[in-house]
């Protein structure tokens, strides 16, 4: 029998998870607002039919069957990932799985209405309930795994991460951030704002032809408008969407190239290994450094805004135009603008890691039981108060109960997003090391350089390593936060 | 155990057959070019577990143990319903399945590419080799079914449907519409189509003003632009296509009436059944009946017209007018043109069945041996020339490779479309009967007075009856061609 009867599974777990994300990526985007009930049941079918092939019996059969064969290293990685998933898919009762699911359905539906309202009270119990029984989950799989039930979460959103990695990391950001958000803030430059109205075709115009400079495979993917900005689909069909401002055309703008850096990565993995675990993308906070150094490394820098800025005025006033306002030097200053907001979503490289950070000393203080759900909205309002001088007192909306995550019982996936933003900074710096003369190719809208580097080093390599062994190998160093400190000092002139 | 897990299982079916109409849909208006692989993969995948879930060995033990409990007639007929799938796809041997899927997959696509370079020699040796399989499959089902081997694959798109059936409508139709098309076309009258261009976006707000009259629930569904108008997703998420003509609106607004008549069938289909055999559309000769009787019956008729026309001029022009060739006289004459040609998806009402029949003879004689494929062109041409005095000597492209359906294997579907196109007549006749007053409700566009006897007629019951008994029951005599040959005659002015 030996590996292919294995890999012959996961193809056929792989095009389930192709209709899974095809049909997430119509919900969000094609889906007719009354259609949600049917979707919903068939999106839970589906998902109970890869829990279910990947938990069964046979499939702890054909892995320690395929462990016996001669392997390949990625046969070898796709078989230990797969023994993982299946430890892990039968470590939690099917029971549990169920009741989380509907909790979580429950407490998401009650938040969509109840966050409008400011209405913590509508959601409090609900909220109680999802993390008790994410609590019993994560409780489960550290038994099975012997870690910190924490650990356990997060390795559900990027294998093997730990607190023990996060914890110097953040600890650093947070004891410096808040000084470099003051000092950004007095030096900030003044910069002028192009006034809009700006159609939305002219500003999906210049969403695409970006994109298509960039190296986007519009023969494998596609653009699309939603309401939050997503890369969904799969490497041979890969959807990103964006939203428009008519107003503020660089929102979209760097929405469009936040998400093509996801989409680079995906449709960079290796064609060999679709739908297999190692030919998938690494854990979530990898992917977000691929978004994240598009996004931040390269695009808010000034070599990308110079070869922009042409295009930009083409395409939104039809030609180039010597107007102070478009030229780069000042839309480099709009793109580094600094802002202490309430929102993480809104929020800018500087403040944003200050949210995550909160998040993840309230979740992980939630697991541990240190904290209890009724004191969530206090100390939302001390850390943000702490950290970033606001109030969130009695602002339920716009504080613990703006982002759905708890609420859909999504613990433990928060960090992703500012380890992804100092992987990037690390990874980024390598490859200025390593290419020569990288600020001028993207200067010349040369992007290819870059990719082919990304794509031997990070995005053809799939989920062969994990992701921070991934970033030591392509950088020589652990993470660490000094490449993003020195990104962020250079930016906003804090050197 | 009794009815509630077999209800279960097919409930499971039902969603895996959600994602299938999806995933269609998006290929058919969304996917990139690209991405063909991995969707292809992803559907053949889906439709094997559909497979494998209803010929599994359990789905006939449940059916066992169901039709041993009580009953009510809708679970009666889905037990009824499930055991005949269930036999079925045991009749087939699993290897005939996969190598027929493969030999239509080649031939379809070898048939895309011949089609378009008129090279008949190209696809003869692949389509032979389909045939071949498809006759095979059609003994298998027939012996499996004490029937006649084309009686098999017809109850595949229309259950129950047999040749016995359709050999007294087709020779009636067969005897007197090729005299019909010549006595239309000498009295045809003259009308002069208005002049476009007519914007796309007009247009396609003008097929979404008459949906929505009609009362298509777009909260329940969409419509999108393909290469070939369809009607896909299902009961709870309906998606009509057409496509667009810049020069005649009237090609786009008949197709986008013609897929509503689908899309009103699928959405007043019985709620309580959803994803059960019992409670889906009956067959392919039935569904077209309802898209027919929409456009054919209804919306080419004058009481439909005098209502759409302002709203046509409203939404093409901006405004009423006045002008001659806009006016309810002129374009009903338009909706009514008659024109012998070439191509079955191009031809009017008059000189369709003559396209339909012609197949029918051909398959037939082609699944009984009585033809070889090699004649295929030969008896294209002479039926041709005999029913609708056009060559096709040397032009297959135009002649006998126009359609893919043989190419893909699809045996037994043809029949459908002009039994659906009588089914119509005889429905509406019944309609018209009993509703009174109903041609002056479309004057006024009061359209659910005909939905609503439909609902209760026709969509709401689902598959509850085999379609030619429902036609019997809701019209008090089984199905003949008095209805359609007279509706027919009296549109044409040939009484």
Redesign the interface.
């Known amino acids: 029998m030996g590996y292919d009867a294995l890999h012959e599974r996961f193809?056929?777990i792989g095009?389930?998870n192709?209709?899974l994300a095809?049909?997430s990526w119509?919900e969000a985007v094609?889906?007719?607002?009354?259609?949600g009930?049917?979707?919903g049941?068939?999106l839970?079918?589906?998902t109970g039919?890869v829990h279910e092939l990947t938990a069964a019996s046979e499939t702890g059969e054909l892995v320690d069957a395929a462990a016996q064969a001669e392997l390949n290293p990625w046969q070898a990685v796709n078989v230990a990932k797969i023994r993982r998933d299946w430890e892990a898919a039968r470590a939690v009762p099917a029971d549990l799985v169920r009741a989380l699911s509907r909790a979580a359905s429950t407490c998401e539906q009650t938040w969509r209405v109840a966050r409008g309202e400011n209405d913590w009270g509508a959601v409090v119990d609900k909220l109680r309930r999802v993390l008790d029984l994410t609590r019993e989950k994560a409780q489960a799989l550290a038994d099975a795994f012997d870690c910190d039930p924490y650990d356990a979460l997060l390795d559900s959103y990027e294998p093997r991460l730990t607190r023990r990695d996060i914890d110097p990391v953040f600890s650093e950001l947070e004891a410096v951030l808040p000084g470099m958000v003051d000092d950004a803030l007095a030096r900030q430059p003044a910069a002028r704002a192009p006034l809009g109205p700006f159609p939305l075709d002219r500003q999906e115009a210049l969403g695409r032809a970006l994109m298509a400079e960039v190296g986007f495979?519009?023969?494998?993917?596609?653009l699309d408008v939603s309401h939050h900005p997503f890369c969904g689909g799969?490497p041979?069909?890969t959807r990103i969407t964006t939203r428009y401002n008519e107003n503020d055309f660089l929102e979209s703008m760097f929405a469009v190239l936040h998400e093509t850096g996801h989409a680079m990565y995906e449709q960079g993995l290796p064609k060999d290994w679709?739908g297999q675990p190692v030919g998938s993308a690494g854990g979530m906070a990898l992917h977000e450094s691929q978004s994240l150094l598009m996004e931040m490394q390269v695009c808010r820098g000034l070599p990308f805004i110079e070869f922009a800025a042409p295009i930009v005025q083409r395409t939104l006033l039809g030609a180039p135009t010597d107007a102070p306002e478009w030229q780069p030097d000042n839309l480099v200053k709009l793109a580094a603008k600094v802002e202490r907001g309430y929102i993480r979503v809104d929020a800018d490289e500087l403040t944003y890691p200050l949210h995550v950070i909160l998040r993840y000393r309230l979740e992980t203080a939630l697991l541990d039981g240190g904290l209890g759900v009724d004191e969530i909205p206090d100390a939302w309002h001390e850390s943000m108060s702490a950290s970033l001088s606001l109030s969130t007192a009695g602002n339920f909306t716009d504080g613990c109960m703006q982002d759905v995550h708890w609420f859909a019982g999504l613990l433990g996936y928060f960090p992703s997003y500012t380890l992804g933003a100092v992987m990037a900074a690390q990874i980024f710096r390598s490859a200025r090391n390593q290419i020569r003369g990288l600020d001028d190719a993207i200067r010349e809208g040369s992007f290819h350089v870059l990719f082919d580097w990304l794509r031997q080093h990070v995005h053809g390599r799939g989920s062969l390593l994990p992701s921070l062994d991934l970033v030591a190998d392509v950088t020589g160093s652990r993470l660490g936060t000094d490449a993003f400190l020195d990104h962020l000092r250079t930016r906003y002139a804090l050197v």
């Open positions: 193809r056929r095009d389930l192709h209709a095809m049909l119509d094609m889906m007719p607002t009354g259609s009930g049917v979707r049941e068939a839970a079918t589906l039919m495979d519009f023969e494998r993917g596609r799969d041979d069909d679709r």
